[in-house]
């Protein structure tokens, strides 16, 4: 079973997070191995806050790890939120806590500019 995530009040631009639930990338079916790449999942928070996840080394399982960040203004270079690992499991704790952040920045946005 695919693994499904409630983005709150983001607005989904891209979610190709087609991992089976319970099994890291080595344990991934073959036909999975082209999941591993770059574009994984976008999701925007209002106009200024991206949450955005990537596998860097596309389609390389050995050498590749996820990384997720959470930008502002899409400032790549200095994240508000970065983290990389290799473990399925432990990138989708990641993703909670990215969507939490995401979601409490967008809000304090929303009330500064009201």
């Not at 591993?36 to 050995?62: A, M, N, P, R």
């Not at 200095?78 to 939490?100: G, M, N, W």
Request: with cysteine.
């Amino acid at each position: 079973m695919s693994l499904q995530f409630d983005f709150k009040t983001g607005r989904v631009v891209l979610n190709d997070f087609d991992f089976i639930e319970g099994l890291e990338p080595e344990e991934q079916p073959q036909d999975k191995i082209w999941s591993f790449k770059q574009d994984i999942i976008q999701v925007e928070y209002g106009e200024e806050i991206t949450l955005d996840l990537g596998w860097s080394h596309d389609f390389d399982l050995k050498n590749g790890m996820f990384k997720l960040v959470v930008v502002k203004k899409y400032n790549w270079t200095e994240p508000l939120f970065c983290k990389k690992t290799k473990s399925i499991r432990q990138v989708q704790q990641y993703i909670h806590e990215a969507i939490d952040l995401a979601t409490n920045l967008q809000r304090e946005d929303d009330h500064s500019s009201s």
